[in-house]
């Protein structure tokens, strides 16, 4: 087998990106395989694609994980890849398809309804029950964000009231 000859003209960060796109595509033809031959179809699996559903548990692992950098790969690139292939003109699947997908998770459940109102904001027409349910959703966000992170909650000293 003959090495692969390096190229000289790219800069570090451009091979780097190479390499990091060649093992994004294998992580992710290895996650496929380890799914479709070692994970029970769900609920979900007549209603949702295998990539969607893929999607939705690698996301949620990367939110378990905290990893940042693959939280936001994953939204901004992947996202938007399945959105244009699967539903340019329809909604992402409702919450109660994914929920065994992310073992009930809750704060992840409140976060992919933001995503999914987004959807509906940005590429279809939301009736008055979409409205209600979004500012209910971003409600029920606001509220796990204050009473996880009680310190929210205090404003700082320019917008305290002097008197």
């Known amino acids: 087998m003959h090495p692969l000859p390096v190229v000289q003209s790219i800069s570090i960060t451009d091979r780097a990106l190479v390499v990091s796109g060649c093992l994004e595509a294998h992580m992710h033809i290895a996650a496929n395989k380890y799914v479709n031959a070692h994970v029970a179809p769900?609920?979900?699996s007549n209603l949702i694609s295998n990539v969607v559903e893929w999607?939705?548990?690698?996301?949620?692992?990367?939110?378990?994980?905290?990893?940042?950098?693959?939280?936001?790969?994953?939204?901004e690139s992947r996202w938007n890849k399945l959105t244009e292939k699967y539903y340019t003109k329809t909604e992402w699947p409702e919450t109660?398809?994914?929920?065994?997908?992310?073992?009930?998770?809750?704060?992840?459940?409140?976060?992919?309804?933001?995503?999914?109102?987004?959807?509906?904001?940005?590429?279809?027409q939301p009736n008055?029950?979409?409205?209600?349910?979004?500012?209910?959703?971003?409600?029920?966000?606001?509220?796990?964000?204050?009473?996880?992170?009680?310190?929210?909650?205090?404003?700082?000293?320019?917008?305290?009231?002097?008197?």
């Open 128 to 163: 008055i029950d979409e409205h209600f349910h979004s500012y209910k959703n971003s409600c029920e966000l606001f509220n796990y964000l204050l009473s996880a992170y009680p310190n929210l909650s205090r404003l700082g000293r320019r917008w305290q009231r002097t008197t």
């Open 55 to 75: 999607f939705i548990m690698h996301f949620h692992q990367a939110m378990l994980d905290n990893n940042l950098v693959e939280i936001i790969v994953t939204y």
């Open 96 to 124: 109660e398809i994914i929920v065994l997908l992310v073992n009930d998770d809750q704060l992840f459940l409140i976060l992919y309804h933001q995503l999914y109102y987004c959807h509906v904001y940005s590429h279809l």
């Open 42 to 44: 769900t609920p979900s």
